[in-house]
């Protein structure tokens, strides 16, 4: 018995001429074709409708994209720091013709005098072995080209291989760890194929892009997809505003270019979304415009200066905006001004909120950190704050961004709490006792079905202050509660100091 059946195809593609592509357009089709028709017992065979294809794309931007080789120094063993000892002198301390250091200069060991069959072992910077491998691109004919600051960290030479399988030998030229870029340059007696930055801002959600890269190492890897968001935080530090790409990204595309449809390249990629470990279709990239200028100036200077403001910050939620009586949840809150830094110079104090820099809104913490990072350092600046229930202004210098480092606060060591008098506010579901210090009051107790459990509160902590008053007694507390909420507040900002440091938590208004 026949049967006929009646297939239904629809075609789509986007209308998009490009300057290096010139991709093809593709009709939305929802009709069905006399050639689609068929019985079971034929053969499907349809004539190829045209599509928009990324072949030119590729085929131009392929030779700018390299797989960069990285290769680290093996530590000798004496300088490694390893010891041995055997519950008497040190090993080191042992005398030379001891059987256990005869046996470590024929074989090598923590001493590296000698090595197999008494030849010397190497010593000084030891060794070069592989460590990492990733992507990179070239953006200038002479030679210099990027990759991500992940895949050449702690490396000690370089070696990029371009698409047709050359190997050239790079120098690091610089790198920028909180943007996570770095710069090589290649010193060749010849021109490179390069390429040159897109301008990201008008990227859109929904526009097609092509990842090159060497995933796993297999070099010249082409996947395709499409800008999926903007600004993303992916937690990675203050300046983190990726643009999130659903493609086919994996281990060895750090450093790689994502490109759209005119050959330039939109964005580094630098991170990828992966429970598993392997690809699952959701890729980040460095912007390139964060990129480009972070590029030159590595080119420039071989390093990156920010401004420094030296503030701990946190976003301003809702919550906090109403306990501080601002009228939207925007701004970056002050924790803790750094003791001598360019913000505790000028003035500023834990619960100041930083509304604006020379007039410019600040959009919330990273905004802040990102517009006092673009600013070189030795500048004037103005602040718009929020202080106690008005604004102000505070005029400052802005410094130089130190390396990494973390103000710490000592350990609380809620002792003996037990001796001291304890107080319950019931309203707030906490116990609490004045600190040992004198500096704010131990929470000594935390109800589990209260607010103060749910935003997080643990026995130990310290309130220091509330609605940017110092605390020491539970009346304190009380005090500043009453007074909010004669303001009309219904919530209290109080700040909280922990083992890893001070944070500002609202709390409801609860007087009755």
């Given at each position: 018995m026949s049967m006929n059946i009646q297939r239904r195809i629809s075609y789509k593609t986007v209308?998009?001429?490009?300057?290096?592509?010139?991709?093809?357009?593709?009709?939305?089709?929802?009709?069905v074709p006399e050639h689609v028709r068929q019985s079971y017992a034929d053969a499907v065979k349809l004539d190829a409708p045209k599509v928009a294809s990324f072949a030119d794309v590729v085929e131009a931007v392929s030779p700018a994209v390299v797989s960069v080789r990285v290769e680290s120094r093996i530590q000798p063993a004496a300088d490694n720091g390893f010891s041995f000892n055997f519950g008497g002198p040190g090993f080191d301390n042992l005398p030379d013709d001891h059987p256990l250091k005869r046996f470590f200069r024929e074989f090598g060991g923590p001493f590296g005098e000698q090595g197999p069959k008494g030849k010397p072992a190497p010593r000084g910077e030891g060794r070069l072995r592989p460590t990492a491998q990733g992507s990179g691109f070239f953006i200038s004919e002479d030679g210099y080209l990027v990759t991500n600051n992940h895949v050449v960290d702690d490396g000690a030479a370089f070696t990029v291989v371009l698409n047709d399988g050359t190997e050239l030998k790079a120098d690091l030229v610089g790198r920028d760890s909180r943007t996570d870029l770095a710069v090589l340059k290649v010193n060749a007696d010849r021109k490179f194929t390069y390429v040159s930055w897109a301008d990201d801002s008008k990227v859109r959600v929904g526009d097609w892009v092509v990842a090159v890269g060497n995933p796993f190492g297999l070099g010249g890897t082409v996947t395709a997809g499409i800008v999926s968001a903007r600004g993303r935080d992916i937690g990675s530090g203050p300046y983190d505003d990726y643009i999130q790409v659903d493609a086919a990204v994996n281990h060895g595309n750090s450093g790689g270019p994502t490109f759209d449809l005119n050959g330039q390249v939109v964005g580094i990629n630098t991170a990828i979304f992966s429970p598993s470990g392997g690809n699952v279709g959701i890729a980040f990239a460095i912007p390139a415009s964060t990129a480009k200028d972070v590029v030159n100036d590595l080119i420039k200077d071989g390093k990156i200066e920010r401004g420094w403001l030296g503030v701990q910050i946190q976003p301003v939620t809702k919550d906090i905006?109403?306990?501080?009586?601002?009228?939207?949840?925007?701004?970056?809150?002050?924790?803790?001004?750094?003791?001598?830094?360019?913000?505790?110079?000028?003035?500023?104090?834990?619960?100041?909120?930083?509304?604006?820099?020379?007039?410019?809104?600040?959009?919330?913490?990273?905004?802040?950190?990102?517009?006092?990072?673009?600013?070189?350092?030795?500048?004037?600046?103005?602040?718009?704050?929020?202080?106690?229930?008005?604004?102000?202004?505070?005029?400052?210098?802005?410094?130089?961004?130190?390396?990494?480092?973390?103000?710490?606060?000592?350990?609380?060591q809620p002792g003996a709490q037990d001796q001291m008098d304890q107080t319950a506010l019931d309203n707030l579901g906490i116990t609490v006792a004045p600190s040992e210090d004198g500096n704010g009051v131990t929470i000594v107790s935390v109800d589990p079905d209260s607010d103060a459990a749910d935003i997080g509160l643990q026995e130990g902590q310290k309130i220091v202050a509330v609605n940017n008053n110092d605390v020491k007694s539970a009346a304190d507390i009380m005090k500043q509660m009453k007074e909010a909420d004669s303001k009309g507040r219904t919530k209290a900002l109080f700040q909280i100091e922990t083992q890893q440091g001070t944070r500002f938590v609202p709390l409801p208004v609860k007087v009755g």
């Open positions: 209308l998009k001429s490009t300057a290096v592509a010139g991709l093809a357009a593709v009709l939305l089709s929802t009709g905006a109403e306990s501080l009586g601002l009228s939207e949840a925007a701004g970056a809150l002050v924790v803790e001004p750094q003791e001598g830094s360019p913000g505790a110079a000028a003035g500023i104090k834990s619960g100041d909120v930083v509304t604006a820099v020379n007039g410019e809104k600040v959009e919330d913490a990273r905004d802040l950190a990102r517009k006092i990072g673009a600013i070189a350092p030795g500048t004037k600046t103005e602040l718009s704050i929020w202080r106690d229930g008005k604004a102000e202004t505070l005029d400052l210098k802005v410094g130089t961004l130190p390396q990494e480092k973390q103000a710490s606060i000592d350990d609380q």
